[in-house]
């Protein structure tokens, strides 16, 4: 390992020698944000105030102000404290912590850093959360003489839910345990044990004394059994990957610029991926799809736009467009939802208020929002979910979010900006809560057809074969699945069904997609992938009563033709029938005695399908039933007649 | 993208967030450089339109004669709508930087007036040109900083900030305080001037002028006002600023430096920091933590 350099002093020959040469090379640096965090007084701000010092960034006459208040307060009975160069709040400097986010900035050779210093105490975990927001790497100190503590945890936490990739755990005050190599080793074990869980891909250890300066900026010669970089050598070196999201253009439109009557443009920054003008965009939540004809700025139109210029967008259709949409790529487009599954963390004083209405502020869109479901809590020391009914200050969940509109997002660990969102208090105004929205299929959603079930798992048959059930109820158990829109008939004639089959001697039950909802099903809403799990959880059912050996019939909307083949597959080829019940959607309104399609209209349930969100027809149904020409008895009879058909009954 | 470039994009998300979220904004113009550059990235903000509201200037009338020169002229190139507002009472009181100390005199001559020409507009967003490498208690504020009623800060119940999700959700008579420079550094500051080619008071680049020495700083002798000790003659001496405010208040530096090259050399290699030419500052050291608290900018 080569000896790190000292950047002051570098620096400082090339600006003396030759100031542009230095501004060319300046110009091209990159930003690094760094945080530093961990638990109380484990020495965050020290250790800035050192790697200031130590570079020679601090001026003169700052040092002495620090010099002379350091004799006067400070936590170091006289000694320089080096802490308060950071600690800038009165408050601080007479009690010694940390009490809020404090941003330094410094440039080596290669880059500029932004260091967001953050308290340690637990009371103001939300603000290490804050620094955290915006940072590529953390810097996590641990006191040598205390270990592991449960703030470093949760902080660790929290930086890896942030989306921090790169830590670095600096093991500080090795001064005071006589520079000892073991301690650092032990210390450095019970780390690695804990984040293992976390998944982080760039994970260091530095041993380190900032009061004095030991791999801060240089290698200490008092640790030669440390081979590493000094912590400054590190920042300045480490690779930093690239954002690792998606690379799909995305970007929230934040104003729309109308100097004159010639002029239409879409202001905003470029969250992800890049546009150049002739590009297909689509506009959503509406689904609109237009071209981009013109990338506008001051310094003239561009030929390319990338993450994270703020730039002006013409298109080529006069399209709507407001403050709040997102213009994307066509392809990989976020998903539009009013509902969304998020990971939680709440920074209110008051805790949180399931079905409260709150304001979520997401992209450039506030709309209202409650919490409709709270999963669970996580301990941040075990990293358990556990049961909640509240989550207080500081505290982390799971949570799912209804919206009182669609709006488009992404998933957090796809895009930071378009895959958070904050929570602000409808009275005081305060930003109450910070949410990052989780992967599809990360809770109830659609890909829970996908997960695998936990590889120990094995299924066990049944004491008594199908043969004999069979046998014994003089029936082939199969599944129907009565499909179509609200109002088409769907129950009514499973239960035609149902009863025609009983006055035979058969067997059969009703799943109904309403009763559902009442029970096993009380946990979802109304959003697609919302359907799509309450369809998964009926066609499991339908499995288990099929292999009961009964008629299983089950009457659910199922507005998507991939859901109904899912359905399908869980429940067995051979034993599934789909019948399509339709009437035009005048007839389905006349029906419509609660007046749900004339709500819908009005924009009230967002996602109704057939009137605000899709219903998609079935490709190949086994049976069409036009419900205006025919009765309710007649199509009982008819579904008898395929059921005899196929073999079912006899 | 370049550091520079990740800053421009940043403060210009600000700027139109406020523009789009806020009734009555309002930019507050110091014609620093900082202001300049905030102006600057204004109108790259809504290019092609023009700017969405209008410059607010506290004069004190103790302004260099160049700044309110050069004030005008970009306002009338520029076709900008700027406010000028002045603590007339004050002036009639003659609160001057000679008449009554400099705290005293700031507090009534800028703040008090700042204050009243927030009021009286009833601005709802004030956008200002600090940076967060200019002092430790700005190293603390919020790029979104909500002032009470009273137009007061409280640096204990600071709202969390997170990603670029600002939250200006405020209740009737409360006002923001929007930083759009936040998080970039004297330096960079000078080279996006640099860069950009933008115009500055060219007070900032040394040229001889008369000063006179006071307390060991060097005032210079803007017009007829300043009043002379007896035997006391203005000397002609090589000085530039590095910040700009009322001329009996800002301290020159000596220097060569005519170029902005040169400016930013001798910046970057002198072991002062910017704020010590500010003589308003220097009075304790949490006073610019007290004065925010008191509606300072
Ligand atoms: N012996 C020794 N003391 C240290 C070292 N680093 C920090 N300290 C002392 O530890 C105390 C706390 O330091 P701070 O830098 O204020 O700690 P912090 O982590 O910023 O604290 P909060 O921000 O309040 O959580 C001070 O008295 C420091 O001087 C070190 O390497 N060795
Ligand atoms: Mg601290």
Same mark, same amino acid.
């Given at each position: 390992m080569s000896e790190p350099v000292t950047p002051g002093s570098d620096q400082r020959q090339l600006i003396e020698r030759d100031i542009d040469d230095y501004l060319a090379r300046h110009a091209d640096k990159e930003i690094l944000r760094v945080l530093t965090c961990g638990s109380v007084d484990d020495g965050k701000s020290t250790l800035i105030g050192r790697l200031l010092h130590d570079s020679q960034l601090i001026h003169e006459d700052q040092l002495a102000a620090v010099e002379r208040e350091s004799r006067t307060g400070g936590s170091r009975a006289g000694e320089l404290d080096l802490a308060l160069v950071v600690d800038g709040l009165q408050a601080e400097r007479e009690q010694g912590i940390t009490i809020d986010v404090a941003y330094r900035y410094f440039s080596a050779a290669r880059r500029k850093f932004i260091i967001a210093d953050t308290p340690g105490h637990e009371q103001y975990t939300r603000n290490m959360a804050t620094g955290a927001s915006n940072c590529d790497a953390a810097i996590i100190l641990i006191d040598a003489t205390n270990g592991v503590l449960t703030q470093t945890r949760r902080h660790t936490f929290i930086a890896r839910l942030l989306g921090i990739r790169h830590l670095i755990v600096a093991v500080n005050k090795m001064d005071l345990v006589e520079y000892d190599e073991a301690t650092f080793a032990a210390i450095r074990g019970d780390y690695e044990t804990f984040a293992s869980r976390l998944r982080v891909e760039d994970l260091n250890f530095i041993p380190m004394s900032a009061l004095h300066g030991d791999n801060v900026v240089e290698r200490s010669t008092n640790m030669p059994w440390y081979r590493g970089a000094s912590l400054m050598?590190?920042?300045?070196?480490?690779?930093?990957?690239?954002? =690792?999201?998606?690379?799909?253009?995305r970007m929230p439109v934040q104003r729309v610029s109308r100097p004159d009557a010639s002029f239409r443009g879409y202001s905003g920054s470029v969250a992800s991926g890049a546009v150049r003008p002739g590009d297909s965009v689509v506009v959503l939540p509406s689904g609109l799809a237009t071209e981009v004809t013109r990338i506008v700025t001051m310094d003239g139109d561009l030929e390319e736009a990338s993450a994270p210029m703020a730039v002006t967008l013409t298109l080529a259709d006069q399209v709507d467009v407001g403050r709040g949409d997102i213009l994307a790529s066509p392809v990989n487009q976020p998903r539009v939802s009013d509902t969304i599954d998020a990971t939680l963390v709440w920074m209110g004083e008051e805790p949180m208020a399931p079905g409260r209405q709150y304001i979520v502020k997401q992209g450039a869109k506030q709309v209202f929002g409650r919490v409709e479901t709270l999963r669970d809590r996580v301990d941040v020391n075990t990293l358990e979910p556990l049961p909640a009914s509240t989550l207080a200050l500081n505290e982390i969940g799971r949570v799912r979010l209804v919206l009182a509109e669609p709006v488009p997002y992404d998933a957090y660990e796809d895009s930071r900006a378009t895959g958070s969102f904050i929570v602000i208090d409808r009275l005081s105004n305060i930003t109450v809560g910070a949410g990052?929205? $989780?992967?599809? =299929? =990360? $809770?109830?959603?659609h890909s829970h057809w996908d997960e695998t079930p936990h590889g120990a798992l094995t299924a066990t048959g049944s004491a008594?074969?199908?043969?004999e059930k069979s046998q014994r109820l003089g029936q082939t158990p199969v599944t129907v699945l009565f499909t179509g829109l609200s109002k088409s008939g769907k129950t009514v004639i499973a239960q035609a069904v149902e009863r025609k089959l009983f006055d035979e001697g058969r067997l059969a039950t009703v799943i109904d997609g309403q009763n559902f909802r009442l029970g096993l099903s009380r946990d979802l809403g109304f959003s697609a992938e919302d359907r799509s799990e309450n369809v998964r959880r009926a066609a499991e059912s339908a499995r288990q009563i099929n292999d009961a050996g009964l008629i299983c019939l089950t009457a659910f909307v199922v507005p998507l033709d991939s859901v109904r083949e899912r359905a399908r597959a869980v429940v067995g080829r051979e034993r599934f029938l789909e019948v399509f019940l339709t009437a035009p959607i005048e007839e389905l309104k006349r029906r419509d005695e609660s007046g749900l399609f004339e709500a819908a209209e009005r924009g009230e349930i967002p996602s109704f399908p057939g009137v605000s969100s899709e219903f998609e027809e079935p490709a190949s149904p086994d049976l069409v039933l036009d419900t205006v020409s025919l009765g309710v008895e007649d199509c009982a009879l008819r579904v008898m007649e395929l059921l005899r058909q196929g073999g079912f009954i006899h | 993208m370049t550091h520079i470039e990740q800053l421009e994009a940043e403060s210009i998300h600000i700027i139109r967030e406020v523009a789009a979220e806020f009734e009555n904004p309002v930019l507050l113009y110091s014609i620093g450089k900082d202001s300049t550059v905030l102006l600057h990235l204004a109108h790259k903000a809504f290019f092609p339109g023009r700017l969405p509201f209008p410059l607010l200037h506290v004069d004190t009338t103790w302004k260099f004669r160049e700044m309110i020169a050069f004030r005008d002229r970009i306002a009338r190139e520029h076709g900008l709508d700027l406010i000028v507002h002045t603590n007339t009472r004050g002036v009639a009181d003659n609160v001057t930087p000679f008449t009554y100390d400099s705290r005293k005199y700031t507090d009534i001559m800028k703040t008090q007036a700042l204050l009243a020409a927030l009021d009286k507009h009833g601005f709802d967003a004030a956008f200002g040109g600090a940076r967060r490498d200019e002092e430790r208690s700005r190293a603390k504020e919020r790029v979104y900083s909500i002032r009470d009623r009273n137009h007061r800060w409280d640096p204990r119940s600071q709202r969390p900030e997170l990603w670029n999700l600002y939250n200006g959700n405020i209740n009737r008579g409360e006002e923001v305080r929007v930083?759009? !420079?936040?998080? /970039?550094? %004297? *330096?960079?500051? /000078?080279?996006? *001037? !640099?860069? %950009?080619n933008i115009e500055i008071v060219p007070l900032y680049l040394a040229a001889e002028r008369p000063v006179v020495e006071r307390e060991g700083a060097l005032i210079m002798v803007d017009d007829d006002r300043m009043p002379l000790d007896p035997g006391e003659v203005p000397e002609q001496r090589m000085v530039r600023f590095r910040t700009l405010g009322c001329y009996p208040l800002s301290g020159a530096i000596e220097s060569t430096a005519r170029t902005l090259p040169e400016v930013i050399q001798e910046m970057l290699l002198a072991r002062y920091s910017e704020r010590q030419g500010r003589l308003i500052d220097h009075d304790a050291a949490s006073s610019m933590e007290q004065k925010k608290r008191e509606g300072y900018f």
């Amino acid at each position: 390992m080569s000896e790190p350099v000292t950047p002051g002093s570098d620096q400082r020959q090339l600006i003396e020698r030759d100031i542009d040469d230095y501004l060319a090379r300046h110009a091209d640096k990159e930003i690094l944000r760094v945080l530093t965090c961990g638990s109380v007084d484990d020495g965050k701000s020290t250790l800035i105030g050192r790697l200031l010092h130590d570079s020679q960034l601090i001026h003169e006459d700052q040092l002495a102000a620090v010099e002379r208040e350091s004799r006067t307060g400070g936590s170091r009975a006289g000694e320089l404290d080096l802490a308060l160069v950071v600690d800038g709040l009165q408050a601080e400097r007479e009690q010694g912590i940390t009490i809020d986010v404090a941003y330094r900035y410094f440039s080596a050779a290669r880059r500029k850093f932004i260091i967001a210093d953050t308290p340690g105490h637990e009371q103001y975990t939300r603000n290490m959360a804050t620094g955290a927001s915006n940072c590529d790497a953390a810097i996590i100190l641990i006191d040598a003489t205390n270990g592991v503590l449960t703030q470093t945890r949760r902080h660790t936490f929290i930086a890896r839910l942030l989306g921090i990739r790169h830590l670095i755990v600096a093991v500080n005050k090795m001064d005071l345990v006589e520079y000892d190599e073991a301690t650092f080793a032990a210390i450095r074990g019970d780390y690695e044990t804990f984040a293992s869980r976390l998944r982080v891909e760039d994970l260091n250890f530095i041993p380190m004394s900032a009061l004095h300066g030991d791999n801060v900026v240089e290698r200490s010669t008092n640790m030669p059994w440390y081979r590493g970089a000094s912590l400054m050598h590190l920042l300045e070196n480490m690779h930093i990957a690239p954002g =690792g999201g998606i690379d799909n253009f995305r970007m929230p439109v934040q104003r729309v610029s109308r100097p004159d009557a010639s002029f239409r443009g879409y202001s905003g920054s470029v969250a992800s991926g890049a546009v150049r003008p002739g590009d297909s965009v689509v506009v959503l939540p509406s689904g609109l799809a237009t071209e981009v004809t013109r990338i506008v700025t001051m310094d003239g139109d561009l030929e390319e736009a990338s993450a994270p210029m703020a730039v002006t967008l013409t298109l080529a259709d006069q399209v709507d467009v407001g403050r709040g949409d997102i213009l994307a790529s066509p392809v990989n487009q976020p998903r539009v939802s009013d509902t969304i599954d998020a990971t939680l963390v709440w920074m209110g004083e008051e805790p949180m208020a399931p079905g409260r209405q709150y304001i979520v502020k997401q992209g450039a869109k506030q709309v209202f929002g409650r919490v409709e479901t709270l999963r669970d809590r996580v301990d941040v020391n075990t990293l358990e979910p556990l049961p909640a009914s509240t989550l207080a200050l500081n505290e982390i969940g799971r949570v799912r979010l209804v919206l009182a509109e669609p709006v488009p997002y992404d998933a957090y660990e796809d895009s930071r900006a378009t895959g958070s969102f904050i929570v602000i208090d409808r009275l005081s105004n305060i930003t109450v809560g910070a949410g990052m929205i $989780q992967a599809p =299929g =990360g $809770q109830a959603t659609h890909s829970h057809w996908d997960e695998t079930p936990h590889g120990a798992l094995t299924a066990t048959g049944s004491a008594v074969t199908a043969e004999e059930k069979s046998q014994r109820l003089g029936q082939t158990p199969v599944t129907v699945l009565f499909t179509g829109l609200s109002k088409s008939g769907k129950t009514v004639i499973a239960q035609a069904v149902e009863r025609k089959l009983f006055d035979e001697g058969r067997l059969a039950t009703v799943i109904d997609g309403q009763n559902f909802r009442l029970g096993l099903s009380r946990d979802l809403g109304f959003s697609a992938e919302d359907r799509s799990e309450n369809v998964r959880r009926a066609a499991e059912s339908a499995r288990q009563i099929n292999d009961a050996g009964l008629i299983c019939l089950t009457a659910f909307v199922v507005p998507l033709d991939s859901v109904r083949e899912r359905a399908r597959a869980v429940v067995g080829r051979e034993r599934f029938l789909e019948v399509f019940l339709t009437a035009p959607i005048e007839e389905l309104k006349r029906r419509d005695e609660s007046g749900l399609f004339e709500a819908a209209e009005r924009g009230e349930i967002p996602s109704f399908p057939g009137v605000s969100s899709e219903f998609e027809e079935p490709a190949s149904p086994d049976l069409v039933l036009d419900t205006v020409s025919l009765g309710v008895e007649d199509c009982a009879l008819r579904v008898m007649e395929l059921l005899r058909q196929g073999g079912f009954i006899h | 993208m370049t550091h520079i470039e990740q800053l421009e994009a940043e403060s210009i998300h600000i700027i139109r967030e406020v523009a789009a979220e806020f009734e009555n904004p309002v930019l507050l113009y110091s014609i620093g450089k900082d202001s300049t550059v905030l102006l600057h990235l204004a109108h790259k903000a809504f290019f092609p339109g023009r700017l969405p509201f209008p410059l607010l200037h506290v004069d004190t009338t103790w302004k260099f004669r160049e700044m309110i020169a050069f004030r005008d002229r970009i306002a009338r190139e520029h076709g900008l709508d700027l406010i000028v507002h002045t603590n007339t009472r004050g002036v009639a009181d003659n609160v001057t930087p000679f008449t009554y100390d400099s705290r005293k005199y700031t507090d009534i001559m800028k703040t008090q007036a700042l204050l009243a020409a927030l009021d009286k507009h009833g601005f709802d967003a004030a956008f200002g040109g600090a940076r967060r490498d200019e002092e430790r208690s700005r190293a603390k504020e919020r790029v979104y900083s909500i002032r009470d009623r009273n137009h007061r800060w409280d640096p204990r119940s600071q709202r969390p900030e997170l990603w670029n999700l600002y939250n200006g959700n405020i209740n009737r008579g409360e006002e923001v305080r929007v930083f759009p !420079l936040s998080n /970039w550094t %004297e *330096i960079d500051v /000078w080279q996006y *001037i !640099l860069a %950009e080619n933008i115009e500055i008071v060219p007070l900032y680049l040394a040229a001889e002028r008369p000063v006179v020495e006071r307390e060991g700083a060097l005032i210079m002798v803007d017009d007829d006002r300043m009043p002379l000790d007896p035997g006391e003659v203005p000397e002609q001496r090589m000085v530039r600023f590095r910040t700009l405010g009322c001329y009996p208040l800002s301290g020159a530096i000596e220097s060569t430096a005519r170029t902005l090259p040169e400016v930013i050399q001798e910046m970057l290699l002198a072991r002062y920091s910017e704020r010590q030419g500010r003589l308003i500052d220097h009075d304790a050291a949490s006073s610019m933590e007290q004065k925010k608290r008191e509606g300072y900018f």
